[in-house]
């Protein structure tokens, strides 16, 4: 069994760039969430895909976006960068279904990306 | 405002004895709840949960206890060994079908050998 994966694991940009991260879902998992973990603080949520459409979001700016694919894996969209957006940003993977409704999430490394 | 909180930083005990760590919440629509171990460079892992009907939930050396009235639950390990050291949050979802999850800011136990 494959566990989640995320790529880059480290990534730095300047102020107004753009940046896309990837995670790979558990697999068997339909299901991805988002989140951002800035230093000393636990995560936050920025958004959950499921069935290739999100389904919830967090707190973030429209300038977050994502995509989920066919084979449930993701993508995290950050346009117009800002120094405020360094941080690790994790991916989770669940099963969401009828009868699992605890749907745990599993995470993937992270990846640290720094905006100078 | 944060909905879930872990006001402690820190926790050090020595190895053998008992660690108890700590979590309050404040939203009442939160039924679920969770604990992750994080080590430096990995994702949080999944480590135990206890639903909001129960006030007990045990695994081996974790014990998670959840006081619904007054809104905390607190994570014992005993006994303690060296490798728990790790960052541990605290995590709860509300009753709505999105798994949202809402995290602490996370308490770094540390066990003296």
């Known amino acids: 069994e494959t566990g989640v994966t995320q790529s880059p694991t480290h990534l730095i940009k300047t102020r107004g760039q753009q940046v896309t991260l990837r995670c790979s879902s558990q697999?068997?998992?339909?299901?991805v969430s988002w989140y951002q973990q800035a230093l000393g603080q636990g995560p936050q949520f920025i958004f959950q895909?499921?069935?290739?459409?999100?389904?919830g979001r967090g707190n973030f700016p429209p300038r977050f976006s994502g995509l989920q694919f066919p084979n449930y894996s993701s993508e995290l969209n950050v346009n117009a960068l800002e120094l405020d957006d360094s941080a690790l940003y994790l991916c989770?993977?669940?099963?969401?279904?009828?009868?699992?409704?605890?749907?745990?999430?599993?995470f993937g490394p992270g990846t640290r990306l720094t905006v100078l | 405002d944060q909905q879930v909180k872990q006001n402690s930083p820190s926790l050090s005990v020595q190895e053998g004895r008992i660690s108890i760590l700590n979590c309050d919440y404040t939203?009442?629509?939160?039924?679920?709840f969770l604990w992750y171990k994080k080590y430096p460079a990995e994702g949080p892992t999944f480590l135990i949960s206890?639903?909001?009907?129960?006030d007990k939930n045990e695994d081996g050396r974790f014990t998670v206890f959840l006081n619904k009235s007054a809104k905390h639950l607190s994570l014992h390990i005993v006994p303690s060994q060296p490798g728990d050291s790790a960052v541990y949050f605290c995590?709860?979802?509300?009753?709505?079908?999105?798994?949202?999850?809402?995290f602490g800011k996370g308490i770094t136990l540390s066990v003296r050998p």
């Open positions: 206890i639903s909001s009907i129960k």
């Open positions: 995590a709860a979802r509300d009753t709505g079908a999105n798994s949202k999850l809402t």
């Open positions: 895909y499921y069935r290739e459409e999100e389904n």
């Open positions: 939203n009442s629509m939160f039924d679920y």
């Open positions: 989770a993977s669940s099963l969401t279904g009828r009868t699992s409704a605890r749907n745990e999430q599993f």
């Open positions: 697999s068997g998992h339909n299901t």
